[in-house]
């Protein structure tokens, strides 16, 4: 597509519930990231796809969080048993690979946990 | 670790003034070097980048930013801000050898008076 795609762009959840964010790179980027972004800290790293490398899931905060990524494209985070701390808005990068790309961010996708 | 401060959260400059939005920012070495700016609601947009090279960048919008390497900054101005430029604006830090994985500061908003 012409640009990064998450879906969807609003959801409110009850406490305790599971999450399903999706996130569409642009088409040939082998890299994708996931953030957070949230009032009291700001903006996130939390998990890093290249390629078929094993995910760098360094910034994830809990074991709730999850993320996969199928066929080298679509990716899909998952937020077990939410809390009222994970409301925020999480948002979705993709770049290709390499010295002196970039990362093309989303829209975003705004959890509310109530 | 690597960390990015920008240590005003708010600033606001009438239309027509010049701008600059302070960066500093602590690594090892030269990282890779980022300012994007976040309409409300949207996502984050790239202003500029700096490599290497030509410590002097020119982005988007009329923006451009300085690396100082002495300094530890990356300052991004406008010689005349328009209305439109109100917006939250972030600098960020990459390690060459960490792709996109991209270590935010906390954000500047920008507000125009007119």
């Known amino acids: 597509g012409a640009g990064v795609s998450q879906s969807p762009s609003n959801k409110v959840t009850e406490k305790g519930k599971d999450v399903e964010l999706r996130c569409d790179p642009i088409?040939?980027?082998?890299?994708l990231y996931w953030y957070r972004q949230s009032l009291g800290q700001g903006l996130e790293f939390l998990i890093y796809?290249?390629?078929?490398?094993?995910?760098?899931k360094s910034g994830l905060p809990s074991d709730r969080f999850s993320a996969e990524r199928t066929g080298g494209s679509v990716s899909t985070l998952t937020i077990q048993r939410t809390q009222q701390e994970d409301s925020a808005v999480y948002l979705c990068a993709s770049s290709l690979v390499g010295m002196n790309t970039e990362a093309f961010f989303g829209q975003g996708t705004r959890l509310t946990v109530v | 670790a690597q960390s990015v401060t920008q240590p005003d959260i708010h600033i606001t400059v009438s239309e027509g003034a010049s701008l600059e939005l302070r960066c500093n920012y602590s690594y090892g070495a030269t990282p890779y070097l980022f300012w994007y700016v976040q309409s409300p609601g949207q996502g984050l947009q790239l202003l500029l980048k700096?490599?290497?090279?030509?410590?002097l960048v020119q982005g988007i919008k009329g923006f451009e930013a300085e690396f100082k390497r002495s300094q530890s900054s990356f300052n991004l101005r406008k010689p005349s801000v328009h209305w439109s430029d109100a917006a939250e604006y972030f600098c960020?830090?990459?390690?060459?050898?960490?792709?996109?994985?991209?270590?935010f500061g906390g954000g500047t908003r920008l507000m125009v008076k007119p």
């Open positions: 960020a830090v990459a390690s060459p050898n960490a792709g996109n994985m991209l270590t």
């Open positions: 088409s040939g980027h082998t890299a």
């Open positions: 796809f290249q390629g078929n490398s094993a995910p760098d």
């Open positions: 700096y490599f290497s090279g030509d410590t």
